[in-house]
């Protein structure tokens, strides 16, 4: 009994490790888009408009970019492990149903 019920834990904590590391994986690759897509404008901004030169200094140019990067990050990241353990408590309630 107690071997079974080793083995069923190690399992769940092998899948919650899976499910947390393609929350990484997925949060990562949002984080690198959203850094992309949010220095292209500010760097462009502070090149060309004369009120970003002058009030937009590079620290805050850093902490626009660190923050849409940030924020992709935790929020895709959030919703992939949502996603994989909502899809995991469906597989287990449902024994038989092998469409997941």
């Given at each position: 009994m107690a071997s079974a019920t080793r083995a069923s834990l190690d399992q769940k904590l092998a899948m919650a490790k899976r499910c947390s590391h393609e929350g990484?994986?997925?949060?990562?690759?949002?984080?690198?888009?959203?850094?992309?897509?949010?220095?292209v404008p500010t760097l462009a901004s502070v090149r060309m408009l004369p009120w970003a030169r002058y009030n937009l200094n590079p620290t805050a140019q850093a902490l626009i970019v660190s923050t849409a990067a940030g924020m992709a990050y935790f929020i895709v990241a959030d919703k992939t492990v949502l996603a994989s353990a909502r899809k995991n408590s469906f597989k287990d309630a449902f024994p038989g149903n092998i469409s997941a």
């Open positions: 990484v994986v997925a949060g990562a690759k949002a984080a690198i888009v959203a850094g992309f897509a949010a220095a």
